[in-house]
């Protein structure tokens, strides 16, 4: 073999190992650094996959809030629905007494009443009933002594004002009472004022 052919040869086996060294040596760091971006992968996979589940439960426990949210808002929707019922049920209630009071209060009120509450001249008005009450009664009282005074001038009367007469039981009193209330009713009709039309 020809000595240049010898000196190219081992030239070319040398070029040739250097350039498989050279490609070698690049294969396998592209190898380390593709191994090593396959781990880190593998680890972003894995902690991915941990915040998936993490925010599963998440999103589990928002559902169980807003289920229990919902209940809670039907439940509070009910209760202002039966609290609105029953403030319109008690305001009917107080425009019924209101008007109740106006009439009892009408009764026997005398003047306008100016700038008084509702409160102040039912007040009033309880106190003008009972006057009115006890001058009624006084008149029927009088009445019923002047008509047992038509029939028996000379009776004193006077010793009414003293009350049962001595030696009366409280039985026979009783009994002197229940025998009055015919009487007593008859002499209420003869006071009462004719119905309007038959006068």
């Known amino acids: ?4 052919r010898k000196v190219f040869l081992s030239f070319f086996g040398a070029c040739s190992f250097r350039v498989v ?3 070698g040596a690049h294969v396998h760091l592209a190898l380390t650094e593709l191994k090593s971006l396959l781990l880190k992968k593998d680890e972003l996979v894995t902690d991915l996959t941990n915040i998936m589940y993490r925010q599963t439960d998440a999103v589990e426990k928002l559902t169980k809030i807003k289920g229990d949210s919902d209940k809670q808002l039907v439940k509070d929707m009910k209760q202002i629905k039966d609290l609105a019922a029953d ?3 008690k305001a009917q209630q107080l425009a019924d007494l209101e008007a ?5 209060i009408g009764m026997v009120e005398e003047e306008d ?11 009033e008005a309880s106190q003008r009933i009972s006057s ?3 001058d009624t009664s006084r008149e029927y009282l009088a009445h019923a002594l002047g008509l047992v005074k038509s029939f028996l001038p000379s009776a004193n009367l006077a010793l009414i004002g003293d009350l049962v007469a001595v030696g ?6 009783s009994k ?3 025998e009055m209330k015919p009487i007593a009713d008859k002499v209420i009709i003869g006071l009462e004022p004719a119905p309007e039309g038959e006068a």
């Not at 100016?114 to 409160?119: F, I, N, Q, R, T």
């Not at 009366?168 to 009193?173: D, L, Y």
């Open 87 to 89: 403030r319109e049920q």
């Open 100 to 104: 109740a009071a106006e009439v009892v």
């Open 113 to 123: 009443a100016g700038s008084k509450s509702l409160v102040e001249r039912l007040h």
């Open 21 to 23: 060294f050279f490609f």
């Open 132 to 134: 009115f009450f006890s």
């Open 168 to 173: 009366c039981s409280g039985e026979k009193f």
């Open 176 to 178: 002197y009472v229940e």
């Open 1 to 4: 073999m020809p000595r240049r």
